[in-house]
Structures are given as C-alpha cells and as structure tokens.
C-alpha cells in the first residue's frame, strides 16, 4: 500500500507549490531583413530569412 497524507494541504499552500509551473513570456527579436517581429534562432515566418 502506498503512503497517503495525513492532513489537507489549502489552498495556499497547493497555490503556492503551483506557482512555479506558470508559462512564460517568449523573446521576441525583429528580423534584421524585413524588421517584422520574430522569435530568436527560428527563421521569420514572414520573409524566410535565417542568418
């Protein structure tokens, strides 16, 4: 048999332990050959361009 908790965690402290797990925000760069905004080390979606 596994072991099980003795006691309820609240909310907070289930809040605060997932806290942790949020997404984050992703870089964004402009494209040195058309300026248009993209994501760093990936070709621009809008003109191809890659280094």
């Not at 806290?19 to 990936?42: D, N, V, Y």
């Amino acid at each position: 048999m596994a072991p099980l908790p003795k006691k309820k965690h609240s909310h907070g402290r289930t809040a605060m332990r997932r806290s942790t797990f949020k997404a984050s925000i992703s870089a964004i760069s402009k494209c040195p050959s058309c300026g248009k905004l993209r994501e760093p080390h990936k070709a621009c979606p809008h003109c191809g361009h890659y280094k």
